[in-house]
């Protein structure tokens, strides 16, 4: 699948959740950005991907070392673990910018302070804007400075590790982010002829989602002029229901409408799972 797709798959399913994270309508533009740039993120083992390209021979040599590391395009970051090593990822550089404003709460964020701890989340979110810009041919030559000057203001914010409730979790916003555009990712990738090894290390088995006769094959008719098109309209209609706007197909009700992403929120928690959780 193109990073194009994968891109705005992330961005999809990310809109499409955001309602039950009971997140703030102000930091669904980053959320939806974010997953679009994790749609991408476990192509950074091949050189030659969307978001190895982000920033030349930096981003193109790293993702070498990944895909020494990782097996081999479509090995280690088309799996399971890699998705599992992603979101840690991003939860450890959360948890490294909570440290470099002392252990403060979200909404004590913006006070300038600058810290070694904070360029792991910055890397991470300036790879994942960058990318994401790149991937929907956004910005054009000055798509990676925006992503930089975005991820700058998001870790000074602290948008990015507002706490989200997973069951029984407090995770990153970054890492939802992060985990949905991941698994989004993979599951485009087992649509096509070559599918994913989702269980590797322990099995190279390949998983597809559709029978042989229906799997699509990249670049082709059927990714462009339907799967294109279609997620398009998806993420126009997520992004216009979790900005709380009501859908309906039949009469409309009055008091039937939906109130937001934010919908439901108490403080600068959020959850995913359970509409009742704390």
């Avoid at 961005?11 to 997953?35: I, K």
């Avoid at 939860?91 to 910018?97: E, I, R």
């Avoid at 989602?209 to 670049?219: D, E, G, N, S, V």
């Amino acid at each position: 699948m193109l990073g194009r797709d994968h891109a705005l798959t992330g961005a999809v399913v990310f809109a499409a959740l955001a309602p039950t994270l009971h997140m703030p309508v102000s930091d669904l533009p980053a959320g939806v950005v974010l997953a679009a740039g994790a749609g991408v993120l476990p192509d950074i083992d091949h050189h030659d991907s969307t978001i190895a390209s982000s920033f030349g021979f930096l981003t193109e040599g790293f993702s070498r070392v990944i895909n020494a590391i990782s097996g081999g395009h479509r090995h280690g970051t088309h799996s399971l673990i890699g998705v599992a090593i992603f979101t840690a990822g991003a939860w450890a550089s959360g948890a490294l910018q909570q440290h470099a404003h002392g252990g403060l709460t979200v909404g004590s964020f913006g006070s300038g302070a600058l810290s070694w701890y904070m360029i792991p989340a910055l890397v991470y979110l300036t790879l994942l804007y960058s990318s994401a810009l790149r991937a929907l041919r956004v910005g054009g030559h000055h798509g990676d400075l925006i992503g930089v000057a975005g991820a700058a203001v998001t870790c000074y914010l602290g948008t990015d590790v507002v706490p989200v409730t997973v069951w029984h979790w407090r995770v990153p916003f970054l890492a939802v982010a992060i985990a949905l555009g991941c698994v989004a990712h993979i599951a485009g990738d087992e649509l096509t002829h070559s599918g994913c090894p989702v269980l590797w290390p322990v099995s190279r088995h390949e998983f597809h989602l559709l029978p042989k006769p229906m799997r699509i094959t990249t670049a082709k008719l059927t990714e462009n002029r339907i799967i294109f098109p279609v997620l398009v309209i998806l993420l126009a209609v997520a992004v216009w229901h979790a900005a709380g706007q009501s859908i309906t197909l039949g009469p409309a009700h009055p008091g039937a409408g939906h109130t937001g992403a934010g919908h439901g929120a108490s403080g600068t928690g959020a959850s995913l799972g359970s509409r009742n959780a704390p």
